[in-house]
């Protein structure tokens, strides 16, 4: 972890200039961007008359980048966390559900699962946890943020079809992320099944069967009927095994969200994937800028529960912000802590966005764009599920109008937040709301920071009011 100057002075609430200023008297030439040393951290925190320790600054601004020294006798062994990758249609959907419909006993809760992105079973008394987004899309997402969750990669091949481009694309994503790969050989109910076949044509991708001298277990399976997927969950456990997967549980959890959305009764609800630690309801949490207190914890049977270990799925309410899925979270011993450490990092980061801004109001936009004083137009777009803000995003930014086009920001699933409109009003941005609005506190926000907030239900009407606000088409609004 590192730290710049910039975010330094935002940490201690002091001007970055000062600090700047007080290193360039004691010698050192700094910029905003500079990254500071151990000791110059301490020199400035000193001279501030505010103790700030490595551990203090560095390991709680960016924790996402600690690797901590853990005590190897804290460790204690932990379920591994398998994703299911594989072909369109060769049958992962299916197989997730067969594993979790033939593990889980249903009736406690009503026979009730919820998808919460995530969901355990047990295995021979061991349990193993399986993330069942099915595709490297999301795995793929996760690891582009840093995240690294999976243990183990099944990779799900139908015999009757045999190795097609995204079993390829399946390879090449577990073995650049380091993960053993297991292949499920599905499908073998199926007349013209044919398991050599995909087992030479493995062979030809580096994964060759253990029966043939290589190293990679293959199991046949038909998701379908169910027969094999015992088999299969031992040998994702005899893996495990080797890779002896370990964590401390007595610590503040760290893990990751698999999954966050904005749910209209519950506010911001996020599944997250506790990795090390243990989470406790009630505790205060930091993802991202997003924090808050945990203040309800259930499992992926919808049960509340009071504390979660690792590998364990939950899912949480309490953050007041929607968190993106692959970003690290933290717990805090207090909420002050993670407060304090969200506000630094929301401010830093509205820092960061208005140095690389330039741009305005929909209304005198076509002006603009008719004196050439700008190139792109930046846009928050929030909207109430992601997959939303991203056809939204999308586009958006497929419009062009004189060589002007249109600069999303941020598109992100919640409501619109006063963060929104700070980071707007930092940019020179305009907000798209789609079937979110603002509250009372942020509207008036927005009102004195001068930021330009739409809302609309219609993409295309979104799309259209953007296209004729540029081209100077805008109808008055009174
Ligand atoms: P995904 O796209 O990889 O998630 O594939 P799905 O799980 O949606 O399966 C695609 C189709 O294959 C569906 O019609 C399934 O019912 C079917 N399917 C999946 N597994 C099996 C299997 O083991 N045997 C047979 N006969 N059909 C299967």
Known sequence: GQVT???????????????????????????????????NIELVGMEFGIEVHKENIVE???FEEMEEDEDPSKLESRPPVVTIMGHVDHGKTTLLDTIRKTKVTEGEFGGITQHIGAYQVEVNGRKVTFLDTPGHEAFTAMRARGAKVTDVTIIVVAADDGVMPQTKEAVDHAKAAGVPI???????????????????????LGCMPEEWGGDTIFVPVSAKTGEGVEDLLENVLVVAEVADLRANPHKNAVGTVIEAKLDKGRGSVATLLIEAGTLHASDAIVVGTAFGRVRKMTDDMGKEIKVAGPSTPVEIIGLNSVPIAGDVFKAFDSEKKARQIAEARLNVRVEEERNASSAMSLEDLARQIEEGDIQSINTIVKADVQGSAEAVKASLEKIEVKGVRVNVIRSTAGAIT???????SASHALIIGFNVRPNAAVRKKAEDEGVDIRLHNIIYKAIEEMESAMKGMLAPVY
């Open 418 to 424: 006063e963060s929104d409109v700070m980071l707007a």
């Open 182 to 204: 297991i292949v499920a050989v599905n499908k073998m109910d199926k007349e013209g099944a044919n398991p050599e076949r995909v087992m030479s044509e493995m062979s030809e």
């Open 5 to 39: 100057v910039g975010e330094l002075a935002k940490l201690m609430h002091k001007q970055a200039s000062e600090i700047i200023k007080f290193l360039f008297l004691l010698g050192n030439m700094a910029t905003i961007n500079t990254v500071l040393d151990d000791e």
């Open 60 to 62: 709680e601004f960016n």
